[in-house]
């Protein structure tokens, strides 16, 4: 069944959706946003987030952190916030996962001091930028916080009926996902679809992602004094006969390649390089990327082949290994990019579906069996000092959240979605 056209306009009019305080909505942003919480070192933003939920009195909710913390390499695990179902809600409610990263990449301007807080300005326009631009300010991924948070309390206080929701802060996201790579899959059971809330335009529909395959080798050789190079086997110069050999692969739209490190040699006491010895060990690694499945064998293939050849070829051992970040591919048609779409619309917003390279905890999500879209948080020129939000995009974003939570419990779309067109 297709969703009809004023279905988004009827959803957000028939709940009655109570409009927003956007001063409320950037305060409780700047709250997250001036937590310094790199990656590893969550615990301040994982207690504010417990914190924040229970303080909210949602009849029935349980508040913990899981088990991940040591194995995703963090010193807290990540935040599950379950919230049963409203009474009110018809029995064919959707179960929804609202999910966002509590770490932050630690991004200083030159000369600005470890301790120095971070400072939030508002522009007249309602542009949120860091004070004379001395640090990021985390709108990746405190924006996609502040939405979920408000989009819930708002939902909450206006009585809205709505499904089973379960709220995931993801620990560690930044470095390689490893908090939602550690997530044991028993926390999704029950759970319909996920929604990722994390940077990029408020609007935004990410329903494919690429998978990402990083991978490392040790390369060893023989050494030799550089007068009888010839009789050893140059670790140095097979690590860089494999880097051009894998660098040379031809890409297809859609895939990426990149060499990230090369090294050998020996640096002597006096600090100049030892040029009369033959390298007998290297290391190489980099990462390659694909939107599907068979471009990503394909470039497996090419690298692994690589390898072996380069052993063969300079009688070294290439011991090598590969870290796997599995991407998805979701339907346009399918029910969670539907849900996505309508409710962004119902929201005000202007839904785009697109796919990304980027990793998110969206990859893991699906990867673990749900089906889980990325929506657009509103952050932008992420990772620099630079880093900024609005007052609107917050608002904005907070708005594609209450209208999620109520699409997914409005009986004309529950019915649409549970008859999918394949
Ligand atoms: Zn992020």
Redesign the pocket.
Same mark, same amino acid.
């Given at each position: 069944m297709e969703i009809q056209p004023n279905l988004p306009g009827q959803i957000w009019k028939e709940r009655k959706m109570p409009r927003l305080d956007g001063q409320k909505v950037v305060d409780s942003f700047i709250s997250a946003a001036t937590i310094w919480a790199p990656s590893g070192f969550e615990k301040p933003m994982a207690e504010k987030m417990l914190a924040d939920f229970r303080q909210m009195n949602l009849p029935g909710v349980t508040a913990q952190t899981d088990d991940a913390g040591p194995v995703a390499g963090s010193e807290v695990g990540n935040v599950i916030i379950d919230i049963p179902a409203h009474p009110d809600a018809p029995k064919d409610a959707k179960s929804i996962v609202l999910s966002c990263?509590l770490d932050r990449v630690p991004v200083r301007a030159p000369g600005v001091p470890e301790d120095e807080p971070v400072v939030i300005e508002q522009e007249k326009d309602g542009t949120l930028h860091s004070k004379g631009f001395r640090t990021n300010i985390a709108a *990746? *991924?405190r924006a996609g916080y502040t939405a979920i948070k408000e989009g819930i309390r708002a939902i909450h206080l206006g009585g809205i009926p709505h499904g089973r929701i379960k709220v995931i802060g993801f620990v560690r @996201? @930044?470095p390689g996902l490893f908090g939602a790579r550690a997530l044991d899959p028993k926390h999704l059971e029950g759970m319909d679809y996920g929604f990722e809330l994390?940077?990029g335009k408020v609007g935004n529909v990410i329903r494919n992602s690429a998978g990402i395959q990083r991978f490392k080798a040790t390369i060893t050789g023989q050494s030799a004094p550089a007068i009888h190079a010839s009789k050893g086997k140059s670790a140095l110069s097979a690590a860089m006969a494999a880097g051009m050999q894998i660098s040379n692969l031809e890409l297809q739209p859609g895939q990426t390649l990149n060499l990230s490190n090369i090294q050998s040699g020996q640096i002597g006491e006096d600090g100049a390089p030892i040029t009369n010895q033959v390298p007998d060990s290297a290391f190489l690694a980099g990462e390659f990327r694909a939107r599907n499945a068979e471009d990503e064998a394909a470039m497996r293939s090419h690298v692994e082949q690589t390898f072996q050849e380069i052993q063969d070829r300079h009688g070294v051992q290439v011991q090598a290994e590969y870290d796997t970040i599995q991407g998805f591919q979701l339907a346009d048609h399918s029910p969670v990019v539907k849900l996505a779409e309508v409710a962004t619309q119902a929201s005000g917003s202007k839904p785009k579906v697109m796919g990304m390279m980027g990793g998110t905890n969206a990859n893991c999500m699906n990867a673990k069996g749900l089906p889980t879209v990325v929506l657009g948080s509103g952050a932008y020129l992420?990772h620099t000092e630079r880093e900024w939000t609005s007052r609107n995009e917050l608002i904005r974003a907070t708005q594609v959240v209450m209208s999620v939570i109520a699409a997914a419990a409005h009986p004309a779309v529950t019915a649409a979605l549970l008859a999918p067109t394949q």
């Open positions: 990263h *990746d *991924d @996201e @930044e994390d940077g992420q």
